[in-house]
């Protein structure tokens, strides 16, 4: 079985603000992890994704993840927001290996302020 | 057209109604699924299809049909469907999930779905 829990259900940064969104996850197995990112009334789009290679991974828009095994986080930083960073990010995990489908998390909805 | 695309964008029903959403890709993904998306409620997966074959049935009412003719179209059939059933209805593609899910998905933009 496998979960994920996203700490906070809001966050809320000053443009140009250090974004830190956390992402806890379990897994009885090696995972793959992703975080993915909804527009309002737009489906989801792929930031970036963990598949056992860097542990530190590096996706769009600035945005980057690092996989830490021994606290089983997975939290999404980037080092200064802007205002098109507002939307919701979602955490999801699978198994690495087998059937598996995604398990998402609840969302955090990041506001930017000016 | 490449990606993944929902039709209708939005939907507004009747309880005694019947209607269909469509999903179709274009990306060569042997597996899609649908997700319902609730205000205050996490993604829940509803129902999964691989080579055209559903693998995954969440407990879904059966007033959700789904239909998956060929790997790269998905339906979902609607009918006496309740108020609470409003909600954004999301399709998605992936590579075969039985080597995993490291692909990720790609998911379409969704129907917005209100039931009156």
């Known amino acids: 079985a496998q979960s994920v829990t996203q700490l906070g259900s809001h966050v809320s940064v000053s443009e140009g603000a250090l974004v830190l969104l956390r992402c806890n996850y379990s897994?009885?197995?090696?995972?793959?992890l992703f975080w993915y990112v909804q527009y309002p009334n737009q489906g989801l789009q792929l930031l970036l994704k963990?598949?056992?290679?860097?542990?530190l991974v590096k996706g769009i828009n600035g945005f980057e993840a690092e996989f830490k095994k021994s606290e089983t986080s997975f939290h999404l930083t980037k080092p200064s927001a802007h205002m098109s960073d507002a939307a919701e990010y979602f955490c999801?995990?699978?198994?690495?290996?087998?059937?598996?489908?995604?398990?998402f998390g609840k969302g955090t909805m990041l506001l930017v302020s000016p | 057209e490449t990606g993944v695309t929902q039709t209708p964008r939005h939907l507004v029903m009747g309880m005694t109604n019947k209607k269909s959403l469509k999903c179709e890709q274009h990306?060569?993904?042997?597996?899609m699924y649908w997700y319902k998306q609730s205000a205050k409620k996490p993604l829940e997966l509803m129902f999964v299809?691989?080579?055209?074959?559903?693998?995954e049935n969440n407990s879904v009412p059966s007033r959700f049909s789904p239909e998956c003719p060929n790997s790269s179209h998905l339906f979902l059939h609607l009918h006496t469907l309740q108020p609470e059933d409003s909600a954004l209805y999301l399709c998605?593609?992936?590579?075969?999930?039985?080597?995993?899910?490291?692909?990720?998905?790609?998911f379409g933009s969704g129907t917005r779905l209100t039931v009156v």
């Open positions: 998605a593609s992936s590579q075969d999930p039985g080597q995993g899910a490291g692909y990720g998905y790609t």
């Open positions: 897994s009885s197995v090696p995972p793959y």
């Open positions: 963990y598949t056992s290679a860097a542990t």
């Open positions: 999801a995990v699978s198994s690495n290996s087998g059937y598996s489908t995604l398990t």
């Open positions: 990306l060569g993904h042997n597996a």
């Open positions: 299809y691989n080579f055209k074959e559903q693998t």
